[in-house]
């Protein structure tokens, strides 16, 4: 009995790899300026909370 | 060898997970959201109400993505939703479900950690009432969908006023009743007009199930208590003749054109304009009583 057919990876042409790369650097930068983001906001409030005396 | 024949997997915009957070709904939910904060009679450090906001919005998104996730099949059905990421096809439900339950589950952390629990705890109610109690249970299965469900859009400024004070009170609970009290009327003029489209994919709003003059009937119905429970923060004291006479103008103008609508019927190609017109009002309307509200506490 033959056993399972060996995975293979999914074939792409070089436009669709293109357009891959593109999708995951865009996403990338956003997540980057995102988590910058947070880091100052997560900053601001730490300062306040030490400011105001509160937990 | 063979040939696994797997549909594409390109990752998903960027974009496609911004609409997938519904920014249009999210306008009015920071607004209100935004207006319980500001109506509050506390000052309210600049950074932790930007956080507050931002809490609601992270959370508005999150309701809205696993709204998107769930309801992936209808809104394939439907016109005015076809072009959504998910049934458009522009990306995998599994990313949208991470997405959704990611962004909700952080945005209560960190109303929690950096404003207070009692914010952070209406926050997570109101994620899960807008998905399991209105998406998953009610809108396959009762005309009464959005009068239940419309309570999941009134949270915002009762979280605003919570995050500013730490406690609740009559003012906030009256902006609740109000946009509960406003769902109704909202979206039911909405359904007039795309009536078939909600027909199509299935979903009992109040016109496919119970028809026209019925509809019509409930939205003069809903606007009577909505009108009252508009004015009363100025009668019970709780605020001052700006937003007196500015609720009472709004609220009569909201109450003509919902008059309008409650007592005509459909003609033979009907374009439907006092049900467009209430339906775009009732977005102005809010807009317009919350500003009000803001500017009485801050001029009177």
Redesign the interface.
């Given at each position: 009995m033959p056993g399972p057919a060996p995975f293979e990876w999914e074939k792409h042409t070089a436009e669709e790899n293109e357009l891959i790369r593109r999708r995951q650097r865009s996403r990338a930068r956003i997540t980057a300026l995102l988590l910058g983001a947070l880091v100052i906001l997560f900053f601001f409030i730490s300062i306040e909370k030490i400011r105001s005396g509160t937990p | 060898?063979?040939?696994?024949t797997?549909p594409?997997?390109?990752?998903?915009?960027?974009r496609d997970f911004l609409a997938l957070t519904k920014p249009g709904v999210m306008r009015l939910v920071v607004f209100t959201g935004l207006c319980g904060l500001l109506a509050a009679p506390v000052a309210v450090?600049p950074?932790?109400g930007?956080?507050a906001i931002?809490c609601i919005a992270l959370a508005a998104g999150a309701a809205g993505a696993l709204n998107q996730w769930y309801e992936s099949d209808l809104d394939a059905k439907m016109k005015r939703t076809r072009g959504r990421p998910l049934p458009a096809g522009r990306m995998d439900r599994q990313s949208a479900l991470h997405f959704g339950v990611g962004l909700g589950t952080f945005a209560v952390i960190l109303m929690g950690l950096?404003i207070n629990l009692l914010a952070a705890a209406i926050l997570a109610a109101s994620i899960l009432f807008y998905v399991v109690i209105y998406t998953v249970w009610l809108k396959r299965r009762t005309p009464q969908n959005i009068v239940i469900g419309g309570a999941a859009g009134a949270f915002p400024p009762v979280i605003g006023w919570a995050a500013a004070t730490d406690h609740v009170t009559a003012l906030p609970l009256l902006m609740f009743a109000l946009i509960f009290l406003w769902t109704p009327p909202h979206f039911w003029a909405l359904a007039m007009f795309v009536k078939s489209d909600y027909a199509n994919a299935g979903v009992p709003m109040l016109p496919v199930v119970a028809g026209e003059r019925v509809t019509r009937a409930q939205i003069g119905l809903y606007t009577i208590p909505m009108v009252a429970v508009a004015v009363a923060p100025w009668p019970l004291g709780l605020t001052h003749a700006i937003y007196g006479i500015v609720a009472v103008a709004a609220s009569a103008f909201f109450g003509l054109l919902a008059f309008r609508v409650a007592s005509r019927r459909t003609q033979t190609n009907d374009r439907m304009r006092p049900e467009k017109q209430l339906f775009a009002y009732s977005i102005a309307y809010l807009f317009v009583i919350f500003g009000a509200l803001v500017v009485d506490r801050f001029v009177a």
């Amino acid at each position: 009995m033959p056993g399972p057919a060996p995975f293979e990876w999914e074939k792409h042409t070089a436009e669709e790899n293109e357009l891959i790369r593109r999708r995951q650097r865009s996403r990338a930068r956003i997540t980057a300026l995102l988590l910058g983001a947070l880091v100052i906001l997560f900053f601001f409030i730490s300062i306040e909370k030490i400011r105001s005396g509160t937990p | 060898m063979t040939t696994m024949t797997r549909p594409l997997t390109v990752p998903a915009d960027w974009r496609d997970f911004l609409a997938l957070t519904k920014p249009g709904v999210m306008r009015l939910v920071v607004f209100t959201g935004l207006c319980g904060l500001l109506a509050a009679p506390v000052a309210v450090d600049p950074v932790l109400g930007f956080t507050a906001i931002l809490c609601i919005a992270l959370a508005a998104g999150a309701a809205g993505a696993l709204n998107q996730w769930y309801e992936s099949d209808l809104d394939a059905k439907m016109k005015r939703t076809r072009g959504r990421p998910l049934p458009a096809g522009r990306m995998d439900r599994q990313s949208a479900l991470h997405f959704g339950v990611g962004l909700g589950t952080f945005a209560v952390i960190l109303m929690g950690l950096a404003i207070n629990l009692l914010a952070a705890a209406i926050l997570a109610a109101s994620i899960l009432f807008y998905v399991v109690i209105y998406t998953v249970w009610l809108k396959r299965r009762t005309p009464q969908n959005i009068v239940i469900g419309g309570a999941a859009g009134a949270f915002p400024p009762v979280i605003g006023w919570a995050a500013a004070t730490d406690h609740v009170t009559a003012l906030p609970l009256l902006m609740f009743a109000l946009i509960f009290l406003w769902t109704p009327p909202h979206f039911w003029a909405l359904a007039m007009f795309v009536k078939s489209d909600y027909a199509n994919a299935g979903v009992p709003m109040l016109p496919v199930v119970a028809g026209e003059r019925v509809t019509r009937a409930q939205i003069g119905l809903y606007t009577i208590p909505m009108v009252a429970v508009a004015v009363a923060p100025w009668p019970l004291g709780l605020t001052h003749a700006i937003y007196g006479i500015v609720a009472v103008a709004a609220s009569a103008f909201f109450g003509l054109l919902a008059f309008r609508v409650a007592s005509r019927r459909t003609q033979t190609n009907d374009r439907m304009r006092p049900e467009k017109q209430l339906f775009a009002y009732s977005i102005a309307y809010l807009f317009v009583i919350f500003g009000a509200l803001v500017v009485d506490r801050f001029v009177a």
